[in-house]
């Protein structure tokens, strides 16, 4: 896109641009259109050619003039050109495109920091200092306060997301773009280790196909960002007349007439970083507003960087203390399992050095206990520490209740526990995860036993099958105290346990974790009977994210019987 800034005529200050191929400069019209009434109406014409554009004179009554000399022929044009047609004077930008760079992918050297060592004497205009009063615009009277106000309720829209800092002020540079003329601009970010300023967005405007280090890079005064800095306000600079606080920075002359604006990014009276925006004077010169509007902008920005480096700190604070409540409860749990081992080999050694079988059998049966506990303890953290698919294939839900019967019958006995099923047998097989749904079924009838208080308790498993909702109901049922009220909302956190250093306050965690894994939905209620109920809703489809194929072989296959009829119980034999 041929770019066309008009310096002189009743057009001035207006930025033109061709968005075809073949664009016409004339009076009125449907290309480039200038309200100067010495243009021809078809005065001359823009044409994208292979390497850039050329400038051809359509036969004007005034004539078409390329640097002053009149085109008699197609002209290629170059960045710079002045173009006069009329009483017109444009200056051709050349064919724009704009680039930006964020954090580590800004090149190498793309961005200079001068050491003083180049040579331009520069004024402050105007200076705005950087603080709540700064953010204070005038009442949107002209056009430009309105587009003002715009432009800062669009930073507070960015500065509510809580974006990274280098995505934040990408975002809000891009807004600046929007709404100012800048060609490049450069927000700089102090290290909080070396305090050294670097650039950590870089965005510009420049010959499409040309990269800004082609054209010799972007060089920034140090001297500017230093007066910023030290002053914490935002200034207005201009090459035009000399100021002698700028003396001893000798880059800005490099920079040709270029119009500057640098604002202190602060917060909390900290400095965190500048925005630095410059543009030619021939395309244009800022003023005390946009200097005003800029600082504003900066002054938000950095409350949004600070804000965001407090959250940031603050889950940092969180994961750690999560982290320390995890070892805590881990390592106690640990120490009481190695405990129960160390007491039983203990027994287990007294027994063989009497050869008393009874005490070595007792010792090995705490040893082996907590060999269990140890075991399920893995199982637990394995199943709960990473996402993992569930390997899903047609089983029968009555059959992963006999088996966790039979496991838990002896722990049952030890607590004069009665353990009774009734299982449904119209219940069909559907695609399940045997052991993520074995681990579920254990970690809540083991629950379930450790609440029983004295020699009465009861725990009730059934299997239901609701064709109408596709889906099966796992409850186990318990006679014991409940759940207190109070300890219903972090029931399924992980390493909240009512067991004290008895549990490790997974098993809930990772049961809720599987369930949805399949597709279901697990939850408690209160039966009106007293004690606690668990619910387990598998649905009898596959779940979204597994795959199983519920018309297998085995799923067509006559299901497995549990040995009991519907409505039958088993109950222990008490000791």
Not at 294 to 316: E, K, P, S
Not at 320 to 334: D, F, K, M, P, R
């Amino acid at each position: 896109m041929a770019t066309l800034i008009v310096l002189q005529g009743p057009d001035k200050g207006r930025t033109l641009r061709a968005s075809d191929d073949l664009c016409v400069i004339g009076r009125g019209g449907s290309g480039i259109a200038l309200s100067d009434p010495t243009v021809s109406r078809r005065h001359a014409e823009l044409h994208l050619v292979v390497g850039g554009w050329q400038l051809s004179d359509l036969n004007s009554v005034n004539g078409t003039f390329l640097n002053g000399v009149r085109v008699a022929k197609p002209m290629r044009l170059k960045h710079g050109d002045q173009i006069r047609v009329g009483s017109t004077l444009m200056v051709y930008a050349g064919d724009e495109s704009v680039q930006q760079y964020a954090g580590a992918g800004i090149p190498r050297d793309l961005v200079t920091l001068d050491a003083g060592s180049l040579t331009l004497d520069s004024s402050v205009v105007a200076s705005v200092p950087s603080s709540e009063d700064s953010v204070v615009l005038a009442a949107p009277e002209t056009a430009y306060a309105v587009k003002a106000w715009n432009m800062l309720r669009e930073v507070g829209n960015v500065i509510a997301s809580l974006l990274p800092t280098d995505q934040l002020l990408a975002r809000v540079l891009d807004l600046v773009f929007q709404e100012i003329e800048v060609e490049r601009g450069v927000v700089f970010v102090r290290d909080e280790e070396t305090s050294e300023l670097l650039p950590e967005v870089v965005k510009f405007k420049g010959p499409a196909g040309v990269s800004q280090a082609e054209l010799g890079g972007i060089i920034t005064s140090r001297t500017i960002i230093r007066h910023v800095v030290d002053s914490r306000e935002g200034v207005l600079c201009s090459n035009v007349v000399a100021d002698k606080r700028f003396q001893s920075g000798k880059s800005v002359q490099n920079l040709g007439m270029r119009s500057v604006i640098c604002a202190p990014i602060v917060a909390r009276e900290r400095i965190l970083g500048v925005i630095y925006l410059d543009c030619p004077v021939t395309r244009h010169t800022y003023g005390e507003q946009e200097l005003r509007l800029i600082t504003a902008v900066g002054y938000q920005a950095g409350l949004a960087i600070d804000n965001a480096r407090l959250v940031q700190q603050h889950m940092q604070q969180e994961r750690l203390a999560a982290a320390g409540e995890t070892v805590a409860y881990l390592s106690h749990y640990i120490k009481n399992l190695l405990q129960g081992m160390r007491s039983g080999a203990d027994i287990v050694q007294r027994g063989l050095e009497k050869r008393d079988i009874l005490m070595t059998a007792q010792g090995w049966r705490i040893v082996e206990k907590n060999l269990d506990r140890s075991y399920n303890l893995m199982l637990n953290m394995l199943a709960f520490s990473k996402p993992r698919e569930p390997r899903l294939e047609p089983v029968q839900l009555n059959r992963i209740v006999d088996d966790v019967h039979e496991l838990v019958q002896r722990q049952a006995d030890d607590r004069r526990v009665m353990l009774l099923t009734d299982l449904d047998e119209a219940a069909p097989p559907i695609p399940l995860d045997y052991d993520g749904i074995h681990q579920v079924l254990l970690n809540i009838v083991t629950n379930a036993i450790d609440a029983m208080e004295g020699d009465h308790g009861v725990i009730h498993v059934r299997t239901h099958y609701q064709p109408e909702k596709s889906r099966i109901v796992l409850a186990v049922a318990d006679n014991g105290p409940g759940i207190p009220a109070s300890m219903r909302d972090q029931l399924f956190d992980p390493f909240k346990s009512s067991k004290g250093h008895g549990g490790t306050g997974l098993g809930l965690a990772v049961a809720r974790k599987i369930v949805r894994e399949h597709g279901g939905e697990i939850e408690v209620v209160d039966p009106p009977e007293g004690g606690a109920e668990f619910r387990v809703y598998l649905p009898i489809s596959p779940s979204p994210r597994g795959k199983g194929d519920t018309q297998g072989p085995a799923a067509r296959g006559a299901p497995r019987s549990s040995g009991k009829s519907a409505g039958q119980s088993t109950a222990p034999k008490r000791p």
